[in-house]
């Protein structure tokens, strides 16, 4: 069983000076209030894409509602990107991408009304007026109402006498959620460098404890240097170590980077180590690597990094890993010898900082830091990466045509072999060799008969020889049943 490490599971907010906080206390003074995250308590900052994403997609359904400047995300699980985005110390509501409709909602929180119900414009449904609530009896909140007037399926705001609330709407039945009092509130609305300055002691003192811990580990071998990734966590690690003396640092190009980041690496003047093998012949032999079999890692990065420490010799490498990021990181130790290099010891000073704290922190010292975060994407590494989520995915294909036109043909063509549906590129199902229950629900939900543990098959039964050991899990067999997209 996997250990908790002590996750940060509470944001503190600052109610007088509206400004979420690293720490418990706010520069003010004040008494701050405590606000649960869900798992896995990752915290980032909305930036442009995603600010202006939440934005339009509530504006649409809503009229010229105003959003504060300072909008925070915590990551929730779901289907796909699925995030509680947090504004003025509450719930705003759910951004959610739909893998298999393609595109993005925004299900708005009954904690945000207070903030917005005076800029409403529509996307109101009355319950009076547009339902049949006059031949029903009791309470509205929790009940199934039929609608009166035609009004898309959706979350919505709802309106009864005095009182408003949230709902869904679905083949033309709202199902309230609650109903409650809203007064409308007038806050202070401070930017993110009002967050910086309120939280700069708290700042200071996770930088302070992070150089102590590369100066205390840096002599543990006979050299150190930087493993840099050209992600915000490197980002952070190369100023960190910087300044505890370290200068060395390295990149792994895979040959697969987003040139934004291949650029972004040679302008931090790091060293790019290009010993990489050949990434194209091998998928054409094992298929495309998924979260559950990346044996794309070995060969780009682990095999590549075995020859370049080969000549750097016995080395401390500070490294940006965090225990938020994953569950197969919250496991990290401060350092520990890397398993697979045993020439190389890890250290891992940020492991506990969450990214709300990494991007302070970059915008605090003023960091250049990778442009692709600004587009919209929240994880960066190679651009066809199996971990990478299906509304990430979307972006690529929107900046890079070319490089996602490349790999998507090459699914295509995998998929074409195996006697695939279309679905398993188009939903994003070949980022998993055992596919999760969540996307095995959307397949029965969808038409699509999932069978798993067994021998990938052809549809028509025909075995396909193995030639190699079943990884362990089994494999999965995808096969279209009707075509015909099934009603709910």
């Known amino acids: 069983m996997t250990r908790d490490p002590p996750f940060k599971k509470i944001l503190y907010w600052c109610p007088k000076c509206n400004i979420p906080l690293v720490g418990k206390t706010c520069s003010c003074g004040g008494e701050s209030k405590g606000i649960p995250l869900l798992k896995p308590y990752e915290l980032r900052p909305a930036l442009s894409a995603d600010y202006s994403l939440i934005k339009t997609l509530i504006q649409e359904k809503?009229?010229?509602?105003?959003l504060s400047k300072v909008i925070l995300l915590n990551k929730s699980g779901g289907a796909d990107r699925t995030d509680l985005a947090l504004m003025n110390g509450e719930k705003l509501g759910w951004?959610?991408?739909d893998p298999v409709e393609r595109e993005y909602r925004f299900d708005i929180a009954v904690e945000a009304l207070p903030f917005i119900?005076?800029?409403?414009?529509k996307g109101i449904i009355d319950i009076e007026a547009d339902t049949d609530y006059s031949t029903s009896k009791g309470r509205v909140g929790g009940k199934r109402?039929?609608?009166t007037r035609s009004i898309p399926d959706g979350s919505v705001i709802v309106k009864f006498r005095n009182k408003y609330g949230t709902g869904i709407v679905k083949d033309g039945m709202i199902k309230v959620k609650e109903l409650v009092q809203v007064e409308p509130v007038q806050i202070p609305d401070p930017g993110w460098e009002d967050v910086i300055r309120a939280n700069k002691t708290h700042l200071k003192n996770l930088e302070r404890n992070a150089v102590r811990t590369i100066k205390q580990h840096m002599k543990d071998r006979p050299a150190a240097n930087v493993s840099f990734s050209g992600g915000k966590d490197s980002t952070v690690v190369l100023n960190l170590a910087r300044k505890a003396g370290i200068e060395n640092a390295f990149f792994v190009d895979t040959g697969l980077e987003f040139p934004e980041t291949i650029e972004f690496v040679r302008s931090s003047g790091v060293k790019i180590v290009d010993e990489g093998n050949d990434f194209w012949k091998q998928v054409r032999r094992s298929g495309p690597p998924t979260k559950d079999d990346r044996w794309c890692c070995k060969l780009l990065k682990?095999?590549?990094l075995g020859k370049y420490l080969a000549d750097t010799g016995p080395?401390?490498?500070?490294?940006?890993?965090?225990?938020?990021?994953?569950?197969?990181?919250a496991e990290i130790e401060e350092i520990a010898e890397n398993p697979s290099n045993p020439l190389q010891l890890n250290l891992s000073p940020i492991r506990s900082w969450r990214a709300f704290e990494v991007f302070l922190y970059i915008w605090w010292q003023d960091i250049p830091v990778n442009p692709l975060y600004e587009k919209g994407l929240e994880r960066i590494g190679c651009y066809l990466c199996p971990a990478m989520l299906e509304s990430e995915y979307e972006e690529v294909r929107r900046m890079h045509p070319g490089l996602a036109g490349r790999w998507d043909e090459f699914l295509d063509s995998w998929a074409e072999k195996k006697a695939f549906p279309p679905e398993w590129r188009r939903w994003g199902l070949w980022r998993w060799k055992e596919l999760p229950p969540k996307m095995?629900?959307?397949?029965?939900?969808?038409?699509?008969?999932?069978?798993?543990?067994e021998p990938l098959k052809k549809a028509s039964g025909r075995r396909v020889p193995d030639k190699k050991k079943k990884p362990a899990g089994g494999y999965v067999t995808l096969v279209k049943v009707n075509k015909k997209r099934k009603q709910d």
């Open 117 to 121: 119900i005076d800029h409403v414009t």
């Open 95 to 97: 951004l959610i991408f």
């Open 145 to 147: 109402l039929s609608l």
């Open 62 to 66: 809503y009229g010229p509602v105003p």
């Open 440 to 453: 095995k629900e959307i397949c029965r939900e969808r038409g699509v008969t999932v069978r798993s543990e």
């Open 315 to 329: 080395c401390v490498t500070v490294q940006g890993n965090r225990w938020y990021e994953s569950w197969s990181r």
């Open 302 to 304: 682990i095999d590549p």
